[in-house]
């Protein structure tokens, strides 16, 4: 039999012992695949086109009941309630002459001689502003889109300008963009051969405006993630434009670090120097973004590479919160991690001191000196000091900034450490966005985020104490593309209740909840802790906060099915019973597991006349698998009923009642012939394989209750075999894989069956089992 454990091994995963005794941290708790997806109707794809890839740059239009994307040569316009119902198209290729020179300059001509749409920005109130790498020769234009939804406009000007400095000339660098106020701000690369990074200020009535060039103490070989209008104060002079990048550590600071997370400011209504840093930013400022968790003996593991940026909104347009999506630079480990940050930990920072470099080791250290008047980084209004523009500031304030443009403290997150790890995974995270949903007992903040494989993890922080102690319950992972792929690009709507992904396959949409997933019991919604679902009375449903609270049944905070399904019995589900039979020293493998991937099973047995449940102890001869219990070798004392329950959250949800019947090996072996009668071992002959097998698989099965209903369905299996027509249209006259013509048990209970069906004779004779078996 043991053949049978090995194929059961291969079939179950790692068979560890005590598995399941654990308590599984960190997993998802339902796991849905593509398929699953697709075939619930919880996923609708757009699966691009033959000559596009790159859905990257997103812009999402509620008030048109759209989603722009950019991708190569190409820009689309989809609906949010359904992608794949009415999408339009503009294509807008790179021109020959510029794709050849991009091919003749050494470019790859398939993956970067095109025009890969890097800038997707509203401008007014009908038209979009648009830039693509244009094959290395950076191209704008403007997208007309009507003023309203049922002007059903979509086209684009055929006045194109210079993208130099709005969008990077390789596809493969990454930049960030804000347009506000008719005025452009970018992060990105300035030249051919990617060496001139600046955050530029474009379009407008002013002259453009640069970061200073050449000096990496301003920027160090950046990567642009995002960009964002934070307001400092109600005087909107105040205004301030944060850049979140990730770039090289300057010379001398952090060693051992090579990549570095970043924040950038710079005032909104910066207009340069008057004598020094003309047409410069004069209140450019930049601190180090922290995400680490420390370790022991002082050493933290950072995480350094930053991937995504999402702003939580709040009351105060001042403050919002700050998810941010890291990802390690360590080639010895892989690891993910979410971090937040509050606004007025960032402006401490920039209120602090100064990096400065000093001493005769030339390093870094804070700055002790004076600081000139007004603090530079200060921006020139009624508010601060009383300057009317960075023009009349004095001058040296203007040297002080150009040589002082990073802080020396950094921004740490809320809390010291990430709300959220990953470092045991095959997966990193690239992207986030977050939504604050109201449940019962308060309101939660759920995060999506996407991963370089495919994948999409729903996740909620429950704070325990406070926002310093905070547990993390991952809802669900769902695969969105159809193989494994960067997500790259995402986009939620709370007005449609929707989740939109890019990638390099396509475009993905996915609902922001999926309560019925959970399961038709009372107990299993509480579990599931999602804010957006609660049980309604009848089934996990969506949540309302206007619903009356009579009807409806929610625990995010603890989860606590006891608290909420007053009736457990009826509210928690029917328990499923279940009839298997398993041969004498062979192996049994006794199916069961949970919907819940955080769940535990728990096993016990109730012998035959016996009221007690044993718990069932693991030792060599009894093994669990995440799918179930696996019995090496089946003894007539494991006769009895298995009771497999879940265990999660400290609530215990029956599943299953198998009652489980072993065979004798002798009888066994009276059945079969060639089966060793003292080990119930298999003959080694094909025939005697294929018997067992089939003798096991229609044992395993709820109706079947007698080994004579085996021998019957062995028959009609054999008969519907002889039936099947050779390639000539003859009758195959022997069955294929049975080959149970000459076995005397099946040839005699043929000729029974027969008769009962044509004259219904010898009744009596046919309600007798055969004496061989």
């Known amino acids: 039999m043991d053949y049978l454990f090995g194929i059961l091994v291969l079939l179950c995963g790692a068979v560890q012992p005590g598995r399941g005794d654990e308590p599984k941290h960190n997993v998802p708790r339902l796991k849905l695949s593509y398929k699953e997806m697709l075939e619930t109707s ?22 048109r009941g759209r989603l722009l994307v950019g991708a190569e040569d190409h820009i689309f316009s989809f609906d949010l309630v359904n992608i794949n119902r009415d999408h339009k198209q503009i294509a807008w290729p790179a021109t020959p002459s510029k794709r050849d020179e991009c091919k003749w300059a050494g470019k790859d001509l398939g993956k970067e001689c095109s025009n890969f749409i890097r800038v997707l920005q509203p401008y007014n109130q009908t038209h979009m502003y648009i830039c693509g790498t244009g094959a290395f020769h950076p191209i704008c234009s403007f997208l007309e889109m009507g003023k309203r939804a049922e002007d059903n406009i979509f086209r684009l000007a055929s006045h194109f300008e210079n993208g130099r400095g709005k969008s990077p000339y390789d596809p493969k660098m990454l930049s960030a963009s804000l347009l506000i106020d008719g005025e452009l701000y970018s992060g990105t690369s300035a030249d051919f051969m990617g060496r001139d990074f600046a955050i530029f200020r474009t379009l407008g009535d002013h002259h453009p405006i640069r970061t200073e060039q050449h000096d990496s103490r301003w920027l160090n070989d950046p990567r642009f993630i995002s960009v964002h209008l934070i307001p400092e104060s109600d005087n909107p002079e105040d205004d301030k434009i944060f850049l979140f990048f990730k770039e090289n550590a300057m010379d001398g600071e952090h060693t051992g670090k090579a990549t570095i997370a970043r924040i950038g400011q710079l005032c909104k209504n910066d207009m340069g120097g008057h004598r020094s840093l003309v047409n410069k930013w004069t209140t450019f400022l930049k601190a180090r973004l922290m995400c680490s968790v420390p370790g022991v003996n002082g050493i933290d593991t950072h995480f350094d590479e930053l991937q995504d940026v999402f702003l939580m909104s709040s009351k105060d347009p001042k403050n919002p919160l700050i998810y941010a999506v890291f990802t390690t630079s360590s080639n010895i480990f892989k690891g993910s991690a979410v971090c937040m940050y509050n606004m007025a930990d960032i402006r401490r920072v920039f209120l602090g001191p100064y990096a400065h470099r000093d001493g005769p080791n030339y390093q870094w250290v804070p700055f002790q000196g004076r600081v000139p008047y007004p603090r530079p980084g200060t921006c020139p209004s009624k508010t601060f000091g009383g300057f009317d523009s ?36 095959d997966y990193q995270f690239s992207q986030l966005v977050v939504d604050r949903v109201e449940a019962e007992d308060g309101q939660y903040d759920v995060m999506f985020i996407g991963t ?6 729903k996740v909620v922080t429950i704070p325990r104490e406070s926002w310093h102690d905070l547990e993390e319950v991952v809802l669900e992972e769902m695969t969105v593309f159809r193989e494994p792929t960067p997500i790259t690009a995402m986009e939620l709507s709370t007005k449609q209740q929707q989740l939109y992904l890019g990638s390099g396959l396509g475009v993905s949409q996915m609902s922001l909840h999926r309560c019925e997933v959970y399961g038709k019991a009372c107990a299993e919604c509480c579990l599931a802790r999602d804010p957006y679902c609660a049980w309604d009375g009848s089934e996990c449903s969506r949540y309302f906060p206007t619903a009356k609270r009579r009807t409806r049944r929610q625990d995010i905070r603890n989860g606590d099915p006891l608290s909420q399904c007053s009736d457990l019995q009826h509210h928690g589900g029917s328990v499923e019973d279940r009839s298997v039979y398993g041969v004498e020293n062979s192996s049994m493998f006794l199916e069961c597991s949970p919907k819940s991937q955080r769940a535990l099973i728990y096993w016990q047995l109730q012998k035959p006349n016996d009221d007690r449940k044993l718990e069932i102890k693991r030792d060599d001869r009894v093994l669990r698998t995440d ?26 949800q029956p599943l299953l009642r198998l009652n489980l019947q072993v065979i004798p090996a002798q009888r066994l072996g009276d059945i079969l012939p060639g089966l060793s009668s003292a080990g119930g071992g298999v003959g080694h002959s094909p025939k005697h394989r294929l018997w067992y097998r089939d003798f096991l698989s229609l044992l395993d099965h709820p109706d079947l209750n007698s080994v004579e209903e085996f021998c019957d369905r062995v028959w009609k299996k054999e008969r519907k075999q002889k039936r099947v027509k ?9 069955g294929p894989r049975l080959e149970l013509q000459h076995s005397q048990p099946a040839a005699k209970w043929r000729r029974m069956q027969e008769n009962k069906k044509g004259r219904n004779r010898r009744t009596h004779e046919l309600q007798r089992p055969p004496r061989s078996v």
């Open 627 to 652: 799918q179930g219990l696996l019995i090496r070798s089946l003894a007539q004392s494991d006769t009895g009923i298995y009771h497999c329950q879940a265990v999660e959250h400290g609530f215990i």
């Open 452 to 457: 370089d494989m495919g994948t999409v993890l």
């Open 42 to 63: 919880n996923l609708v794809t757009f699966n691009g086109l033959a000559n596009s890839s790159s859905y990257d740059a997103f812009l999402l239009d509620e008030e």
């Open 390 to 425: 960075t023009k009349d500031l004095p001058d040296d304030v203007i040297t002080f900034a150009r040589g002082h443009p990073a802080m020396y403290n950094p921004v740490h997150p809320i809390g010291g450490r990430p709300i959220m790890v990953r470092t045991d995974v």
């Open 726 to 734: 050779t390639p000539n249209g003859n009758s195959q006259g022997h």
